[in-house]
T-cell receptor, first 112, second 114 residues
Framework: DAGITQSPRYKITETGRQVTLMCHQT?????MFWYRQDLGHGLRLIYY???????DKGEVPDGYVVSRSKTENFPLTLESATRSQTSVYFC???????????FGSGTRLTVV | DQQVKQNSPSLSVQEGRISILNCDYT??????FLWYKKYPAEGPTFLIS?????DKNEDGRFTVFLNKSAKHLSLHIVPSQPGDSAVYFC?????????????FGKGTLLTVNP
């Protein structure tokens, strides 16, 4: 299916565990982003990528790691999950020359 | 330091009336503005945008107004429908440099009552 997909949709993990959230887009968009949505904070940028093998920190990068070995994939890893990382995570992509993003459906992560 | 502010967490209007959602920004480098709409359990979807060279952009029931001197924009929905009930995010971008990043406000929950 064309578009941007995130997996899993829901995830419960324990404190201290490593967890990876997946993001895949089929358009070959250059830019990809990870945001988290929290009540009272809106959408905050975690990491972004301008192309394969080019990534950079956003507003709230601590505790997260990203990679982008292929244009279409942009996984987000929580190396040692903490309860403060309980959130809804959105991946987005953007084509060169466009301002707007297309978002995935999100991953709701609960850290217990 | 919040660069994009949506000071009203929620707004409730009657079906058929006008909904006005407001957004303020502090970064004078922002030159492109977007509104996104988000339903529960879904990702945000693009609604309407405006460039800083304009002061108004209209798309059907949705109109965005930009007042650069006040660093303020607003989204008008006329007439409001129950299906418009969602969280609305204002976002801004600055061309040049890291122009691929959008900065979002905290969102406003709009409830349209039948």
């Amino acid at each position: 299916d064309a578009g941007i997909t995130q997996s899993p949709r829901y995830k419960i993990t324990e404190t201290g565990r490593q967890v990876t959230l997946m993001c895949h887009q089929t358009w070959s968009h250059s830019y990809m982003f990870w945001y988290r949505q929290d009540l009272g904070h809106g959408l905050r940028l975690i990491y972004y990528s301008a192309a394969a093998d080019i990534t950079d920190k956003g507003e709230v990068p601590d505790g997260y790691v990203v990679s982008r070995s292929k244009t279409e994939n942009f996984p987000l890893t929580l190396e040692s999950a903490t309860r403060s990382q309980t959130s809804v995570y959105f991946c987005a992509s953007r084509n060169q020359g466009d301002y707007g993003y297309t978002f995935g459906s999100g991953t709701r992560l609960t850290v217990v | 330091d919040q660069q994009v502010k949506q000071n009203s967490p929620s707004l409730s209007v009657q079906e058929g009336r006008i909904s006005i959602l407001n957004c303020d920004y502090t970064n004078s480098m922002f030159d492109y503005f977007l509104w996104y709409k988000k339903y529960p359990a879904e990702g945000p979807t693009f609604l309407i945008s405006i460039s800083s060279i304009k002061d108004k952009n209209e798309d059907g029931r949705f109109t965005v107004f930009l007042n650069k001197s006040a660093k303020h924009l607003s989204l008008h929905i006329v007439p409001s429908q129950p299906g418009d009930s969602a969280v609305y995010f204002c976002a801004a971008s600055a061309s040049g440099g890291s122009n691929y990043k959008l900065t979002f406000g905290k969102g406003t929950l709009l409830t349209v009552n039948p």
